[in-house]
């Protein structure tokens, strides 16, 4: 879906577009926005060599910091943990930066809507983003969902890329409450795949459980319960902003809030090399733990 482009830019045109930071996924979204003929750029100010190795993955370039980057850029996109999305924000609007700001974090609609009107007397544009899928390095394999006045502009910057960019409608928060409806699901029933698994182990009717469910598809849940576990740190907050979109909707929040409980458990292994051990994996997961 086109929209009109407010600030200036015209369909096709090619943009300068940074991307902050890139982690795996942020990397993703810049090698799509470059494949789509863009230049684009990154700040390695107090980044890590990580964060640097994905960012020459995805051939972006370097800029010193943010305030080259937002003099440098036309449009800025945040892909960070969704609790340090308003941190990102604060720090764009007091840069130098003039142009279409997209929040493409895991952020409930509430979120956005409060982070976006600390925009309202700028000169920046804020769009909501709400990216579902995986790091998007395959074409069609992910999408990045679109709300506010210039989400036409966003779209229209990443088409052709493999990144797939989807114009929802003009209001925010309407991308934030889809990327929160899809992983409550996606990783929701991960989190409750995790805790049914320890449950058994705890009472000692696992074989049981495998049974009922069938081989395949319980080594199924507890491979992608190994495969996820060094990303679980990330899931956590998520979960926390999903529960507050659900609780904003008149419902109950503690499914999510359970999920978040789950992830927490399973934080020693973040950034893990490798999938750990199912049995370590139920250890952890039934190890009471202060928050």
């Not at 952020?107 to 983003?129: H, K, L």
């Not at 973040?270 to 199912?278: L, V």
């Amino acid at each position: 879906m086109d929209r009109p482009l407010k600030v200036g830019f015209e369909k096709g045109q090619a943009l300068r577009i940074g991307i902050l930071h890139p982690g795996d996924m942020g990397a993703s979204v810049g090698h799509s926005a470059r494949l789509a003929g863009n230049e684009v750029w990154w700040s390695s100010d107090g980044r890590s060599a990580r964060t640097r190795e994905r960012a020459q993955r995805a051939r972006l370039n370097e800029c010193a910091n943010l305030d080259e980057i937002a003099s440098r850029c036309e449009l800025l996109v945040s892909v960070c943990p969704p609790q340090a999305s308003g941190e990102v924000a604060a720090a764009v609007l007091d840069s130098r930066f003039r142009g279409v700001f997209v929040d493409a974090n895991a952020i409930s609609p509430e979120r956005s809507r409060s982070i976006s009107a600390t925009f309202d007397n700028s000169r920046i544009a804020y769009v909501d983003g709400g990216i579902v899928g995986p790091a998007a390095w395959q074409a069609g394999s992910t999408r990045l969902y679109l709300s506010g006045a210039e989400a036409g502009t966003v779209a229209n910057a990443f088409a052709g890329g493999p990144l797939v960019p989807r114009v929802i409608d003009e209001r925010i928060g309407s991308a934030s409450a889809m990327k929160m409806c899809f992983a409550a699901w996606n990783k929701g029933r991960i989190a409750l795949a995790g805790e049914v698994l320890a449950a058994a182990e705890h009472f000692g009717v696992s074989d049981f459980l495998r049974s009922e469910w069938g081989s395949d598809a319980t080594d199924a849940r507890t491979g992608k319960i190994r495969r996820i576990a060094g990303r679980a740190w990330r899931w956590e907050p998520e979960m926390h902003e999903i529960a507050a979109t659900l609780d904003s909707a008149g419902l109950p929040d503690g499914m999510h809030l359970a999920a978040a409980e789950i992830y927490r458990r399973l934080e020693s292994y973040k950034d893990c090399a490798e999938s750990p051990e199912w049995e370590a994996l139920l250890a952890a997961l039934l190890e009471r733990t202060e928050p």
